[in-house]
């Protein structure tokens, strides 16, 4: 069992932070309370992300453009930047899941080459956003589930080697349960990170996962 799988889960989705903006050509900077980029991060990404609680919220804003658009994902939800400019985006929960008996469902498969990374990015709807250099990255897995057409219906992301953190999941069908538990099949013997939102905690709890703390999204009017 991890210690704190909070402390995990957030340094896990920092690495990943960092690895999309090094393929846009940012710099991330680490250390013991946060990660961050000094200049706006691509769309849906924060510009930081805490790695502890107790972070000092004027330390952490002074790393970052704190201009339109700016935001910093919260990960312990305990600072308040309300007076910085800044708003609630969202709420979500941290989820964990042990290593267990794999679901009954075929396992995704890797996505290895750029025009399967650009079909896969226009079913997730990111577009640009994920470039090909994701897939020479060894700590990052693309991952895609097909229909018999071989059209892609979902997919996510698994960054690490152990426990591994579970991003960027979607799918084109009317069951979201069915996605969480393929990629569970894809890797059924490591511990699995990750955040959803409220709306969508439902389909990983029916995965196995649970939750372990609350995390909050800021965003700069």
Sequence with gaps: MLNDPRVAAARDNAE?????????GLAGRTD????????????????????????DAVALLARVDVGPGASVKDSFADLDLSGYG????FDAQWIHR???????????????????LAAWAAAHGGGEL?????????RVRVLARHDDRGAITGGAVLTGGGP??????????????????????T????????????????????????TTGPLRVWLHA
């Design 16 to 24: 990943w932070c960092d690895i999309v903006c090094g393929t846009h």
């Design 32 to 55: 013991a309370d946060a990660w961050s980029v000094p200049h706006r991060s691509p769309q849906w990404y924060p510009d930081a992300v805490t790695l502890r609680p107790g972070v």
């Design 86 to 89: 800044f708003r609630v985006l």
């Design 98 to 116: 042990q290593p267990g008996a794999p679901p009954a469902d075929a396992p995704l498969s890797q996505v290895a080459t750029a025009d399967d």
């Design 130 to 138: 994920f470039r090909p250099a994701l897939l020479t990255d060894p």
């Design 164 to 185: 591994c953190g579970v991003s960027n999941l979607f799918t084109r069908t009317d069951n979201p349960r069915d996605i969480w538990r393929a990629m569970c099949a």
């Design 187 to 210: 890797v059924p013997g490591t511990p699995l990170l990750g955040y959803e939102t409220t709306a969508d905690l439902a389909a990983a709890r029916a995965a196995g996962f649970s």
